[in-house]
């Protein structure tokens, strides 16, 4: 156990080392391939120049070289993959999206994700603003937002154990231990096993992402309420506007560009919702959504890469739209530096 | 802030926001309290009552059986059994007790209660019992009684260290370690010295190397699943070494940490005053010097940041780890473990909810040590980009 450490905390060290070595070497290595002599005025600007065009590349090699095979590459890899047949090896052209298409299951992982899409970024959005208004106004309320700020440490697995255990049934007349079900039995209800209710587990899984996910949402949206120029507010005061108007009329128009970042962030995030399935259902009970389903199919029966591949196709294209919409963000950022 | 002032003046009764923060609170922290307060009670009284009851003392009903026969002594014309309805060593409060499962609570602890056919039973509240009969005792097993019995508030710490040692917990804290420093550390280095080429070197293609680097942000890690699954085997087979190794997962969480923190780091890095670097540049400082001397110490903000994030999606990745490493003990990590074990111990509460906490706790005092870094990253990596 202590070699372990040790190991993990060497190997640390080394690498740091090596990165570091790797980038005082590469630039050393620049200066002797294309040295600046005192001497020759023309051959010291060329090489000076010389040395400007490579040390970008230099800086930037080991950071592209791992985008370019772990990310890159695979992406291509996967949208050939699809083409294949399950070990890859034969072509068998659309017959993958074809068998996606009418399989019930994928349809059932697409309409749950959907259901995923439509209920958690709202969700997170809704309740992250209502608790950013609401404790900025106490004293108190830095406490408050840890508090719902915390999840987001939490692990989705570990999550999952807390929620499971709220939803906690128990048969026949056992006394029931899980919250949920406590409650219900105490309002004169009958106790239920919530994740295999169909339909409405998908709401009892959402719950765990929601309940992660809106501290941050309250994070952001708060920092952009605290954005909001002081006058615009005041003018609807003294137009005698209410508290509900300023907050609908005023304030949330401000704060669209941030709500929209907030919802596209989530958004991403749930469409690669995973480890939540995975721990409570494990798709039973017609809860799969496309992650899991891929992931069942990399290694259901051996592994089928062209099926896997589609399915991870689908998530992709999905992202698509946002991603276009970030770069091009990014680029009228950029474009003005 | 003003804003936020202003607000005060207007809006709803104070008192009203008071309440419905409190419950929000409530709401959010009710469900990690449940696992650690079940995490640290005893076995019997998780699965006996609600966690919430933890804190009172909870009234079990119980079955028990008095001496056997042969351990009657006889005083005077009437026949005795005494003893004590707790086994050795658990001791509890008995409120009351009775002779038949249909009315297991008909008499109050103490009472000389008579169950009929000539006995005569007294159980008192520290488990002492007298039990009478007017003829011999008959038959070879003791008589059954049905005890309702308060035990007290106890908590324990043997659910810990029965999963730290006896479920593998232990073992695969360490795992999660040795996963999570190196692949914190190692992207930092190699994202911001890109970062600072992108920042303030010019040289075709680096709007290109932007925008390929923010669409890559958001690429879903699934796109990446099946051919890095097929690149590891082929090298391992290549090379002859195991395909699944701790090596290969740093990289891997390396790799796919690289997009957002060139983007975090770039973001910070570019807006480092131009005065600072143009005039290091003037004085015949290289890039390379520039980087180490100026822009490393003054990007301290941005890098912990950043570090904060990756180590938590490191520690919190189940995805990567169940892909990149194998099942074995020595390679298994928290988020994996507790999966298995929720599958192979899904009813074992205290094992599970110990474990759960466990996986939890490094990342919360991560969290509550450094959430300025984390709320502060999080602003820049999102607003900036609304």
Known sequence: ?337 | MSAVVNLRRIGLPRLFVHASVLLICIIWLIPTLGILVTSIREKDQIVASGWWTAFSSSTQTTQGRLGAPSTAKQEGSNYVITGSVFEPGKSGTVKAFGSRVAAPSEFAAGTNADIRNGEMLQINEDGSYRYTKNAPFTGDQGRRIYLAVASPPSFTTANYNTVLNAEGIGQSFINSLTVAIPATIIPILIAAFAAYALSWMEFPGRALIIAVVVGLIVVPLQMSLIPLLKLYNEVGNLFGVPSKTYAGIWLAHTAFGMPLAIYLLRNYIAGLPKEIIESARVDGASDFEIFMKIVLPLSFPALASFSIFQFLWVWNDLLVAIVFLGTAKDQLVLTGSLNALLGSRGGNWEILTASAFITIIVPLLVFFGLQRYLVRGLLAGSVKGG
């Open chain 1, 1 to 337: 156990m202590v070699t372990q450490i040790a190991t993990a905390i060497g190997v640390m060290v080394a690498g740091v080392f090596a990165c570091a070595l790797y980038y005082w070497l590469s630039d050393k290595t620049l200066q002797l391939v294309f040295p600046v002599p005192d001497d020759n005025v023309r051959t010291a600007s060329r090489n000076l120049n010389r040395r400007a065009v490579v040390r970008p590349w230099l800086f930037l090699g080991p950071a592209l070289l791992l985008l370019v095979v772990y990310l890159v590459y695979p992406v291509v890899a996967t949208f050939i993959l699809s083409f294949y047949d399950r070990s890859g090896t034969n072509f068998v052209g659309l017959s993958n999206y074809a068998w996606a298409v009418q399989d019930a299951q994928f349809r059932q992982s697409i309409f749950n994700n959907i259901l995923w899409l439509a209920v958690v970024p709202a969700a997170c959005t809704f309740f992250g603003l209502v608790i950013a208004v609401l404790t900025d106004r106490i004293w108190w309320g830095n406490i408050a937002k840890s508090l719902v700020f915390m999840p987001m440490a939490i692990s989705f697995v570990g999550a999952s154990v807390i929620w499971k255990f709220i939803y906690e049934y128990r048969g026949g007349t056992e006394t029931q231990i899980g919250l949920l079900n406590s409650i219900v039995t105490w309002l004169g209800g009958n106790p239920q096993v919530w994740i295999s209710l169909p339909l409405w587990n998908n709401f009892f899984l959402m719950i765990i992402l929601i309940w992660i996910q809106t501290g941050f949402a309250m994070v952001i949206l708060s920092a952009a309420l605290r954005g909001i120029p002081e006058e615009t507010i005041e003018a609807a005061v003294i137009d005698g506007a209410n508290g509900w108007q300023i907050f609908w009329k005023i304030m949330v128009p401000q704060i669209w560009g941030t709500i929209a970042v907030v919802w596209t962030t989530i958004t991403i995030l749930v469409l690669k919702v995973f480890d939540i399935v995975l721990t409570m259902t494990n798709g039973q009970w017609n809860t799969m959504v496309l992650a899991n389903l891929m992931f069942d199919w990399m290694f259901r029966g051996g592994g089928d890469s062209g099926r896997s591949a589609v399915i991870a196709l689908i998530i992709m294209a999905a992202v698509t739209p946002i991603m276009v919409w970030n770069i091009r963000q990014a680029n009228r950022e950029t474009g003005g530096h």
